[in-house]
C-alpha cells in the first residue's frame, strides 16, 4: 500500500501518517521527490484499510499496489516522471518530454583527457557529463580508475564546462567523497544487486543512475530500483544496457524491448547505453537510433579525445565524425517523436 500526500503537506502531517501505521505494528517507509511526497507501507492490507488514513490531514490518496515493487511502479504514480540533475543554472532533466545525451569518458585519466571529452560532449549537445573515477573490471590487471583524484578531476571540468557530473560509486564507503563531487550517483551493472550500496545511494539525497544487471530480468532491476526508493529516493534513472545472452558478436544484447516494457510497468525515466551494449564503434549511432525510436528518455555513451590510446573500453568510445553522426540523429529524430533536445549549436 503507498499514501500519496499532498505538495503542501508539512513536516508534522507526514509524522502522524508514519506514527499511526507504526502504532498498528507495521512498517512506513517515506520517500521524497521533487513535487510530493510517497509513503509506503508494509503490513497486513485489511488492518491498514482499516486506519482510515485518507482522512489524516496531508493524505491526499492511499493506493493499493499489487505489483512488488511499490513505489516505483506506474500503479502508484500514473504519471511518468522526470527528474533533474545538477544545481542552480546546470539542472538538466531526464524523462517524458525531453531526450537527453550524457557522454563523456568510459574512465578518467587525465585532466586533459577528461577535458577533451567534455568540451566534444557538450559541442555534440550533452547536457550531462559522464566519467569513471572508479572502475569496477572483470580482470584486477585491468585499469581500476583514478579514484578520489579522478573525482577531483571530474569537479574540475564540471567547473569549466558546466556539466553536471556522473559517476559510478562501487562502495558504500565512499558515498560521501562520491556524493561530495558528483551531481548524479551510477550503479553498474555489477551492482545491481548489492543491496547494501543500494540502500546507501537511497539515502544520500543525489540521484541515482541504475544499471540493469547483466543476467537481471526487469522485475529483478526494478525491485532493485525499489531498494533506493525505499530509503527516501525516488529521482531513480534506470539504465538498459545490454544483457547476457548467447550471441557473442557484441559485447552484449541490447533488450531494446526493456524500455517500452518499464514505461508500462514503472513511472521511472529510462536511458539506453548503446556503448556498453554493442562494444563497437560503428553500432552505437544505429542503436542510438533505436533508442530514440522505441521511445526512451535519453542515451549515454562513451566519448575519449583519442579511442585508438584509452584505458578503458577504447573500440567503443566516440570521437570526430561518429559523434557528429550522433548529434545529428538525436537533433533530427528525437523531435519526431515530441522530445525536446538541448542540441549542439548550430
Not at 52 to 71: C, E, M, Q, S
Request: aromatic share 4%; charged share 20%.
Amino acid at each position: 500500500m503507498v499514501i500519496v500526500m499532498k505538495p503542501d503537506a508539512s513536516a508534522a502531517d507526514i509524522a502522524a501518517v508514519v506514527g499511526r501505521v507504526e502504532e498498528s505494528g507495521a512498517e512506513a517507509f517515506v520517500s521524497r521527490g521533487v513535487m510530493r511526497t510517497i509513503i509506503g507501507l508494509v503490513g497486513d492490507v485489511a488492518m491498514l484499510h482499516g486506519l482510515n488514513l485518507r482522512a489524516l490531514p496531508g493524505v491526499a490518496d492511499v493506493h493499493r499496489i499489487t505489483a512488488p515493487y511499490k513505489l516505483v511502479s506506474r500503479e502508484n504514480h500514473p504519471k511518468r516522471s522526470t527528474v533533474w540533475v545538477g544545481g542552480v543554472g546546470t539542472r538538466a532533466p531526464i524523462g517524458p518530454g525531453s531526450f537527453t545525451l550524457i557522454a563523456g569518458p568510459c574512465a578518467v585519466e587525465t585532466h586533459q583527457q577528461t577535458l577533451q571529452a567534455a568540451q566534444l560532449a557538450k559541442a555534440a549537445g550533452a547536457t550531462l557529463l559522464r566519467g569513471g573515477a572508479f572502475k569496477p573490471r572483470t580482470s584486477p590487471y585491468a585499469f581500476q580508475g583514478l579514484g578520489v583524484e579522478g573525482l577531483k578531476i571530474l569537479g574540475e571540468v564540471r567547473a569549466t564546462i558546466g556539466l553536471p557530473v556522473v559517476t559510478e560509486i562501487v562502495d558504500a564507503h565512499d558515498i560521501d567523497v562520491v556524493a561530495e563531487h558528483a551531481d548524479m550517483l551510477q550503479v553498474g551493472t555489477r551492482n545491481m544487486a548489492n543491496f547494501a550500496l543500494l540502500q546507501a545511494v537511497g539515502e544520500a539525497g543525489k540521484p541515482v543512475l541504475l544499471k540493469r544487471g547483466m543476467q537481471a530480468t526487469i522485475e529483478e532491476w526494478l525491485m532493485a530500483a525499489e531498494y533506493i526508493a525505499q530509503r527516501g529516493n525516488l529521482d531513480v534513472v534506470l539504465c538498459e544496457r545490454g544483457i547476457r545472452t548467447f550471441e557473442n558478436s557484441t559485447r552484449n544484447t541490447l533488450d531494446i524491448s526493456a524500455v517500452p516494457v518499464v514505461q508500462t510497468s514503472s513511472h521511472l525515466p529510462i536511458i539506453v547505453d548503446p556503448s556498453h551494449a554493442s562494444g563497437r564503434r560503428d553500432l552505437v549511432v544505429p542503436l542510438a537510433r533505436a533508442a530514440i525510436a522505441v521511445g526512451a528518455d535519453g542515451v549515454i555513451v562513451d566519448v575519449h579525445p583519442d579511442p585508438q590510446n584509452a584505458l578503458c573500453d577504447g573500440p567503443q568510445a566516440l570521437a570526430g565524425d561518429d559523434l557528429l553522426e550522433l548529434a545529428a540523429a538525436i537533433r533530427s529524430l528525437a523531435p519526431l517523436l515530441g522530445r525536446h533536445t538541448a542540441g549542439p549549436p548550430t
